[in-house]
């Protein structure tokens, strides 16, 4: 009898590692940033070169930083859901205008509409890097105190605003 | 004329020069190092390729972040780290053993020992299945007429 149960049993676990395999992105990569505080920096806005932004303004709120680009074709299928999301007012949503032409990142909010309540520039990427950004575009909430509680690689979905952000979103701004 | 219009044409590629892509330090040995270096460390975006390699924006900018961090005089190990702070231990191609990838260190050990216990386990239980009989004489005369059978056949073929 334990001569078909063993194998049976190595057989089925074996098996749970390679289904929970088949569904993980292994382009995901964990972002030890998670838990830290969200790096400090100070940038001029997209729009005018004068005003600047530092995280230190939302000290206090629960915000969400989008790092996006003209160039970046994922952000486009985001965009939408961006603007749909945006239109409910439910947090600050800061755009991060990663490594791009100043021009370019205005037209783009001109023609598809502007979801961020402020947008700035990051041509150099400095800033990204500081933030661990390596494909965008990318996602942080970041809480009242300032620390990064989750970070989304890839494109904001409906389904992964429902079922993640909005919930973390919420449970951060009961605190 | 033709000869003339085809050396023509022949010279047409030199104004095809291209600028050559500034992709090296002025310090060869800032460059020898940094290269050095970035073979340790993943192309997050490729993935399987070292950012040494790389054509990706990114490694691009994780050498010319190097190189900057190199002249201002920093360790490779400071740099490392730098990258390990933002981007997490899976950009090292050889990650440190700690609390996190040591099960990831010392999984084939286990494997190995759990293998080599269940191969001692049943060659004792086979050995322990052969035991040693006392053959009576008429079987040892059946076993020797079996053993003699093939010589016998031959002797009458």
Redesign the interface.
């Known amino acids: 009898m334990m001569r078909f149960i063993l194998p049976l049993i190595l057989f089925l676990i074996l098996s749970v590692f390679l289904y929970k395999g088949l569904g993980r992105d ?2 995901e ?5 998670i838990g830290k505080a969200a790096p400090a920096f100070q940038l001029p806005t997209l729009q005018d070169t004068a005003k600047q932004f530092s995280p230190k303004e939302m000290l206090g709120k629960v915000w969400l930083l989008n790092v996006w680009a003209s160039w970046c074709e994922a952000c486009k299928d985001e965009h939408p859901v961006l603007m749909e999301f945006s239109s409910q007012k439910m947090l600050p949503i800061v755009g991060v205008d990663y ?1 791009d032409k100043r021009e370019q990142g205005m037209d783009t909010l001109k023609n598809a509409g502007n979801p961020y309540d402020q947008v700035i520039s990051d041509a150099d ?1 400095k800033v990204g ?4 950004v ?2 965008v575009p990318e996602t942080y909430v970041i809480d009242k105190t300032g620390v990064i509680r989750f970070k989304l690689i890839g494109p904001i979905t409906p389904d992964n605003l429902r079922d993640k952000l909005m919930p973390l979103i919420a449970e951060l701004q009961a605190k | 004329m033709r000869y003339f219009l085809i050396g023509l044409f022949c010279l047409l590629p030199s104004l095809s020069f291209a600028a050559v892509a500034k992709d090296i330090a002025e310090d060869p040995v800032i460059e020898m190092r940094m290269m050095h270096l970035a073979e340790k460390v993943r192309c997050l975006v490729c993935q399987s390729e070292p950012v040494s390699t790389s054509h990706s924006e990114w490694s691009h900018d994780v050498r010319n972040i190097m190189r900057e961090k190199m002249k201002e005089g920093a360790t490779d190990q400071q740099i490392l780290d730098m990258l390990v702070a933002r981007f997490g231990k899976s950009v090292l191609y050889d990650p440190p053993v700690d609390d996190e990838t040591a099960p990831l260190w010392i999984a084939p050990f286990v494997m190995l020992f759990i293998g080599g216990g269940l191969l001692v386990y049943q060659l004792k239980k086979r050995r322990s299945k052969v035991v040693d009989v006392t053959l009576t004489p008429q079987d040892e005369q059946r076993a020797a007429e079996l053993l003699n059978e093939p010589s016998s056949k031959d002797s009458q073929a």
Do not use: E, M, Q
Request: hydrophobic share 20%.
């Open positions: 292994t382009r990569v964990p972002s030890p940033l490594k990427g890097f500081d933030y661990g390596y494909g």
